[in-house]
DNA sequence: CAATGGTGGGTAACCGGTTCCAGCGAAGTT
DNA sequence: AACTTCGCTGGAACCGGTTACCCACCATTG
């Protein structure tokens, strides 16, 4: 009634456990004769080795982590990530490995993750969402894991093996600001995403730089990439400014928001207000109207991400990538 | 250079390795001056077991997996999902169980879930919202792994241990129509959810029971739990049925963007139209007009689910819990 | 004082794979 | 014909835990 093992399929083959693993393996020097007989014996019982049998022979776990830094009701309403995630997936179909992903956001939570990574779980990890004072990262220097960040690095320590897959942040600010002032503005605010996160910062700091010393920091409102936060951060923002003629989002669903506070407030986009977004998700293009926005290859960072995670437990050196950006114009700006 | 084992901690207590493993697994006949000098050996190195030498040695996985038909696009916009997996991991929280999310949707993720699945790597399965052509549930019958439904029983073969923890829906439908109905309202739309999904149908057919005779199909419409879906689908009710005078939407989302929908035909909330959600989520209350709903203990089933699978896959035979849900009365209605 | 009973702990088998090593037979070389 | 060489394979050790079994030891008891 137990599980057919590789003793079973062995014998029904009439070899050894050997031959049996070696076949199962790919190893070249099985003979024709050999390599049939096993492969008949196990379509005939449906045997699949145990993994954690091979985990434990090997030293491999054939899994990979996911981190997020963010509380799960974040997570699971920015679809930026599930993007991300669908890349990683796509990245690790060929492969025979599988994924864990682990959230943080309370204190119990990072802990819970740090030590599941430390009880040797997988064999690589790949953060989505790097915070600054991420509890995760944190817990990570001194397990010798290669880590992969899909965001620009934190300035905290890391693993001695970690490496960068993300986009150009600062590079994709200056493109939207280029075109805002292309259009005619001379006011230009900016919503922000969760200053938390590093790419947040980044993205603020280019900002900043971008406008010199024009800078005002009234024109500038944090928020949180949801819809939600970038209705209530254009309406503080027009407050102190009536005058603003121009608006950078740091997401598509802050900018969603941010073009239902102008309707609220009677102003037309984009002949009162340019309005622009970031990540060019889908819901940019059905916005009313059509949103202008910078396009990152989101989903080919993740796959990314993952081809370098691999090459790093292959013991290879694989090198940092940063993605550029793609300046997508539609109708308001 | 490499991780400590079992064999150092014995070395380093003094006592054998059997010994070891019984203070780890809180045996009760070990010694006083045993176990101390074991927990002292262990604090000292940082020890913890190799996950995959206990799993092969008890032939328990430790790890149970949570599945998802949807699509991950869908998955991660959706926050009852989100709640219900809060729920899960509570449940999880005092056991050293991992949890493993599986998601479905094209045909190739579901057989490679099935797969993960037949390949043992788990103990236990919750299913998070079975559908009727249920990839996922149709590919488990004959893996013996015990199951546990948050949703309704679809009417497809099942594994033989499976148990069915979820709310009411049937109940709760039934509580939202008599409550718009002692409001006066006498012609009731529905929006319901994703048809795929079986307690979606459940919905349905309570919402058509209750009117018995009086039903009418065209006061009925689709959609897949999102706010957009919501906005359309009463769109289209209204354009067949203009003199509609309250509308039950299975979420809280779809409610929303009824809302909106209602709004920009110039209805007023409760005035000329009742509307109602399901769900009550942290949404409902913030909605303009706040929303009435009906309430779900959806992060308790979620631990709830943990409890029963935990008991099955401890030999002990649970039984099905269907949660009572309760109606939230708000400004809409 | 011998028989008894219970407790603590050492030993070894086992879980199901991988991989190194040695041996064997066939083919090639001198 | 004897000696290499080479491809293939079986056997055994090993990965790091758990657990059944057995024995030594000590405290009771008759």
């Known amino acids: 009634m137990s599980r057919t093992t590789i003793n079973d399929i062995a014998a029904l083959a009439g070899v050894s456990k050997g031959t049996v693993s070696r076949v199962l393996n790919g190893h070249p020097r099985v003979s024709e004769r050999s390599r049939e007989a096993v492969w008949r014996a196990i379509e005939q019982t449906g045997y699949r080795a145990n993994v954690h049998a091979r985990s434990l022979a090997t030293g491999r776990n054939n899994a990979i982590a996911?981190?997020?830094?963010?509380?799960?009701?974040?997570?699971?309403?920015?679809?930026?990530?599930?993007?991300?995630?669908?890349?990683?997936?796509?990245?690790?179909?060929?492969?025979?490995?599988?994924?864990?992903?682990?959230?943080?956001?309370?204190?119990?939570?990072?802990?819970?993750?740090?030590?599941?990574?430390?009880?040797?779980?997988?064999?690589?990890?790949?953060?989505?969402?790097?915070?600054?004072?991420?509890?995760?990262?944190?817990?990570?220097?001194?397990?010798?894991?290669?880590?992969?960040?899909?965001?620009?690095?934190?300035?905290?320590?890391?693993?001695?093996?970690?490496?960068?897959?993300?986009?150009?942040?600062?590079?994709?600010?200056?493109?939207?600001?280029?075109?805002?002032?292309?259009?005619?503005?001379?006011?230009?605010?900016?919503?922000?995403?969760?200053?938390?996160?590093?790419?947040?910062?980044?993205?603020?700091q280019a900002y900043r730089d971008w406008l010199g010393a024009s800078f005002d920091p009234d024109l500038f409102e944090p928020g949180d990439?949801?819809?939600?936060?970038?209705?209530?951060?254009?309406?503080?923002?027009?407050?102190?400014?009536?005058?603003?003629?121009?608006?950078?989002?740091?997401?598509?669903?802050?900018?969603?928001?941010a073009l239902e506070t102008a309707y609220r407030r009677g102003l037309h986009v984009p002949e009162d207000l340019l309005v622009m977004g970031f990540d060019d998700h889908r819901i940019a293009a059905l916005a009313d109207p059509p949103l202008s926005t910078i396009r990152q290859p989101i989903r080919e960072i993740g796959r990314t991400a993952v081809q370098t995670l691999l090459a790093a437990i292959a013991g290879e050196t694989p090198s940092d990538k940063v993605f550029p950006t793609h300046l997508v114009v539609r109708d308001s700006t």
Not at 104 to 133: C, M, Q, W
Not at 227 to 255: K, N, Y
């Open 66 to 204: 996911l981190l997020i830094a963010a509380a799960s009701d974040q997570l699971f309403s920015d679809p930026t990530f599930a993007e991300l995630i669908e890349g990683v997936r796509d990245g690790l179909l060929e492969t025979d490995l599988s994924l864990v992903i682990l959230m943080g956001g309370s204190e119990t939570e990072d802990h819970r993750t740090v030590s599941y990574i430390k009880a040797g779980h997988v064999d690589g990890l790949i953060h989505l969402n790097p915070f600054f004072d991420d509890a995760i990262t944190a817990g990570l220097p001194d397990c010798a894991l290669p880590l992969v960040l899909c965001g620009p690095r934190p300035p905290i320590p890391l693993p001695r093996q970690n490496w960068v897959v993300t986009l150009d942040d600062a590079g994709g600010v200056r493109q939207a600001l280029d075109h805002l002032a292309s259009r005619g503005a001379h006011k230009i605010a900016m919503i922000g995403g969760d200053p938390r996160g590093v790419s947040a910062t980044v993205r603020f």
């Open 225 to 257: 990439y949801g819809a939600g936060s970038g209705q209530v951060a254009l309406a503080r923002i027009l407050d102190r400014h009536p005058r603003v003629d121009a608006v950078f989002c740091a997401s598509d669903r802050m900018a969603i928001g």
